[in-house]
């Protein structure tokens, strides 16, 4: 098996980075996945939209394809509507949704999301907020941001602002949605998300 490797810069406050290896299996050819983008705003249109945007121009720069956008207001059946459809589509794999994830009264992207997971992917949250502290200190404890299997497909709901956005798609969702990385990545196991216990 060929292992190259490349140092991932993430940046963390003004001139701090943090170096960590990703290692890529140059045996295994990139697998190109269908990914849904969902922005959840009261106040954003497709002109403004920019953390919707900046995760539609990352994915397909990694390679990926953006097969729907959409932009919904901040209301818990809409999110859960539109997401619905999406995980019943087998063709789509990813679900990436951004805003809607704070605290305040109209923050229920979580709500929305919580009764169609399968199971949750408790680990993201936990390294997104730990890579958000050292950029925004203790503000991190109002982000939650969440991901998990819905009906074989893979839900991430990220904070609205395209600085979260970035980091989440830069630092953590790009590298496990790389069937190449090693020693272990999410894409690998997406034709086994449907499995049931017998």
Known sequence: MALGSYILLCRHGVGKLAMSEVTLDSAREFLSLNIAVLTVSDTRNEDTDSSGKLLQTRLG???HRCVEKRIVADDVYQIRAVVSGWIADPQIQVVLITGGSGVTGRDGTPEALMPLLDKTIDGFGELFRSLSYPQIKTSTVQSRALAGVAN?????????????????WDAIIRH???YRT???NLAELIPRLSEKIT
Request: some cysteine.
């Open 61 to 63: 720069e990694s390679g």
């Open 152 to 168: 074989g497909s893979y839900l991430f709901c990220l904070p609205g602002s395209s600085g979260a956005c970035a980091l989440a």
């Open 176 to 178: 496990q949605l790389d």
């Open 182 to 184: 090693r020693p272990c």
